[in-house]
């Protein structure tokens, strides 16, 4: 029986170099490019190694765990169906992709480093696409869809794409190639990124930043305080904002996706008080109580939100439209106190597995993402995270310091 000629790096090589264009001209294709490339991952280190690349670690386990919990709430869900469904589906894509992060990170040197060129290429071609689609006013996309006229909406389809690239940009830091080759994709790309619609993206980028540059200070210390950070949002979140919102946020000045962000997130802290301690059930956010409901005249004055031009639209937005936009309030919606505490526990599992600043900056970058926009079950956003995951795995193993007195170690080949 002939092996496969592919390396377990090479299907996720082949993902973070196709999925930032792929992105940018439709998001939702990054779910199946996900779900191909991990999958021949693992498909290819069984035939390599003879053995299945079962995911191991806290992180992976407690992962499988909250989509095992959200499963169980399933039992009092508002539909049941489709938390049950959403929950097996998520779950299976959750242990599918750390199954190939233990077989990348398990592949040899050279791979590894094959994978980081391909998601620099990758980005540096995704990144010319949104700006140049950006550029044109959304003319390369809208052609793709075979559009005439442009809407004016269609920019917002950048988002995504947006998002996803910030999330792998920090990747570009362990490229083989030279130092200031790296800084100036990284610089070009963030830029470019912070042009680009989309708040989160923006911030997700600047955090990435922020973060990847303190870790290169503080590398054990950074992994302990971004963890710790990271858990007290996902628990304190509804606590912290629930009384700011009560007593009302000046938003007439703010962007108006923001200040409805505010008035679906005011809302979502009073479905929390209804069902504290479980949660409403997996999916929930989709058919909570009252979520078609518009803001009535006094949340609307608590926010200062007159009935200007930019913001009298916001009287008729939906209080909740599928998801709260805020990772940390839809984990207590929808899955309750457990739920929470599995995440909590699994971002700090996160931060101490991540071996290197550039995953830090990963890892941050996602979480500012996730506590500000998207749904937390999208499967193009976790097609994206998961192909972070695998791409983490295969960043290039740092040599041990000698001993105290000894020899330096060999220079990797």
Known sequence: MTHLAWSPSLPVAVALAAGPAAGVLQSKALAPIA???LLLSVLAHRRRHGAWPWPRGAAAWLAIGLFGWAAVTALWAIEPLRALGTSLQLGGFVALGAAAARAVAEDDEAARRRLMLAATGGLTAGILLAGLDAATGNAIRAAVRGLKEIPPTLAFGLKPAASAMALWLPLVAAAPLSRWLRAAVIAAGATVLVLLPGEAAKLAVLSGLLVGGLALLLPRGGRIALGTVLAAA?????????????RGVPAAGIPPSAAHRLLIWDFVITRIADRPLL?????????????????????????????????????GAELLPLHPHNGALQLRLE???????????LAAALALACASPVALAMLAAGAVTAMLSFGAWQEWWVGAELLAVAGAAGLPRRPSLPPPGGSPPPAPS
Do not use: D, Y
Not at 234 to 246: D, E, K, S
């Open 35 to 37: 779900v191909a490339a």
């Open 234 to 246: 996902l628990i304190a979140m509804p606590m912290l904002l629930g009384p700011v919102l009560a």
């Open 279 to 315: 949660g409403w059930g997996m999916e929930a956010s989709r058919a909570v109580p009252g979520h078609r409901s518009h803001p009535g005249p006094e949340a609307m004055a608590r926010f200062g939100l007159g009935l200007t031009e930019r913001t009298a639209w916001l009287s």
């Open 335 to 345: 899955l309750g106190w457990p739920g929470v505490l599995i995440a909590a526990a």
